[in-house]
């Protein structure tokens, strides 16, 4: 399978502990997004890597969200000190970003957190 | 503040009716795509619009881009059951590095 593929599928977690969710692209992809999605609603942009480097994190983001896509290939999502509000499914996307083309979003299954 | 609007929020038809969803935005994008979801899934891309004014076909699938390359519609003609989903329009940021974000997403329903 060479598909983009999210670790753990499901985690459950107790509020303050800490979650670490890894994404591994498609190989040849130079772009890896984050996105937060809640039921019935689209997702939410969190963060994106072009290769090695991080472009941009949303601003709505605390500083209890990290990540990190150390030598361009797999990314990794930590939450420290989960909170109930962090509770959704945590999306990864890649795609081959050409000239000013976007190129197609290609998601995992995603990543669901339910902090208690 | 939502970048990307979509409307309706939800929809729910009968079988064989047509439907046209919307994707609005104060924003210029690069390209706009339309994905669909299913529940449990990661969404799937269906369609990439570039130029303003582009219309593309996909089956009884309809996509149409702006001219100012702001807002896009998709049109579907006689809805099936198996169309049911998340509909979610996706905007390339010309001015973020071509990032890309979502709107809310149209809940369709398709009913037999």
């Known amino acids: 399978d060479t598909g983009v593929s999210q670790d753990p599928r499901h985690k459950i977690t107790k509020r303050g502990q800490n979650v670490t969710f890894r994404c591994d692209p498609i190989?040849?992809?130079?772009?890896l997004y984050w996105y937060r999605q809640t039921l019935g609603q689209g997702p939410e942009f969190l963060t994106y890597f072009q290769n090695e480097a991080q472009l941009e994190k949303s601003r709505l983001l605390s500083d209890r969200f990290s990540a990190e896509r150390p030598k361009g290939s797999f990314s990794t999502l930590e939450i420290q000190r989960t909170e109930q509000g962090d509770s959704a499914m945590y999306l990864c996307?890649?795609?081959?970003?050409?000239?000013?083309?976007?190129?197609?979003?290609?998601f995992g299954e995603g990543s669901r957190l339910t902090v208690l | 503040t939502q970048l990307l609007e979509q409307s309706p929020q939800f929809l729910s038809i009968q079988e064989g009716e047509n439907l046209t969803v919307y994707c609005n935005s104060s924003?210029?994008?690069?390209?706009l795509q339309w994905y669909r979801q299913e529940p449990g899934e990661g969404p799937v891309l269906l369609v990439t619009?570039?130029?303003?004014?582009e219309v593309k076909k996909l089956k009884r699938l309809t996509f149409q881009f702006g001219d100012a390359r702001k807002d896009s519609s998709l049109h579907i003609t006689a809805a099936q059951p198996g169309d049911t989903g998340l509909y979610l329009c996706a905007g390339g940021m010309k001015t973020s590095y071509d990032k890309v974000i979502f709107g809310p997403g149209t809940s369709l329903s398709v009913i037999p």
């Open positions: 190989s040849e992809h130079n772009r």
């Open positions: 996307a890649s795609s081959l970003l050409a000239g000013s083309n976007t190129g197609e979003l290609f």
């Open positions: 619009v570039v130029t303003g004014g």
């Open positions: 924003s210029v994008f690069s390209s």
